[in-house]
């Protein structure tokens, strides 16, 4: 039965009115001094019937949805290989959906290419959620955020070349 959340569920402010589809569980990093929001929960991506069968019973409850968020702590972590069924299946079930977002792990930025980014913009993911957290070097070490400002600073320009969007956290006071 739809929807089936694995709570913990968390979204931006900005998606409280988006359609959320959990396509993973849990966060592929979960190492975050500062972060709890999935201590709780093993990651592991969703099994691809599962969300398509969420995706297709949400179509029918919710025709007129315009937003989606792609949860849980980073669907990017999946390969363009199952992010792009999900993101067509998204856009074909829903004919008046005019964004989908999710949020993004430096790490897993980086591991894809600028085309593979297109591809998956081209197939509707267009607005990421980027940690960034803070600036300072030791600092992010001190936290745990897994990645560089020099590789944050790559992913961003990675992500702005495919024609993303990036919406950033900066945690003001972390350190």
């Known amino acids: 039965m739809f929807p089936h959340y ?5 979204r931006p ?5 988006s359609l959320i589809f959990q396509v993973t569980l849990g966060c592929s ?22 969300v398509q069968a969420e995706i297709r019973e949400a179509s029918l409850r919710f025709p007129e949805t315009e937003k989606i968020f792609l949860a849980d702590g980073d ?11 999900i993101l067509n299946l998204l856009h074909e079930k829903f004919p008046h959906l005019k964004r989908v977002s999710s949020y993004a792990l430096p790490k897993n930025l980086l591991i ?22 803070s600036g300072d070097p030791l600092l992010l ?13 790559a992913g961003t320009a990675k992500a702005h070349e495919a024609g993303m969007i990036l919406s ?3 945690l003001l006071g972390v350190g």
């Not at 500062?34 to 093993?42: A, L, N, P």
């Not at 001190?142 to 944050?152: D, L, R, S, Y």
């Open 168 to 170: 950033t956290t900066n």
């Open 112 to 133: 894809k290419s600028v085309k593979e980014l297109r591809e998956l913009r081209e197939a509707g993911l267009t607005l990421l959620y980027y940690g960034v957290e």
């Open 75 to 85: 669907a990017l972590v999946l390969s363009n290989k199952k992010l792009i069924p």
């Open 29 to 50: 990093w979960n190492q975050c001094t500062f972060c709890e929001m999935y201590t709780s929960k093993q990651f592991r991506p969703r099994p691809w019937e599962e």
């Open 13 to 17: 402010p900005s998606e409280g009115r």
């Open 141 to 153: 070490q001190k936290i745990k955020k897994g990645a560089t400002q020099e590789e944050m600073i």
């Open 6 to 10: 694995d709570e913990p569920l968390f």
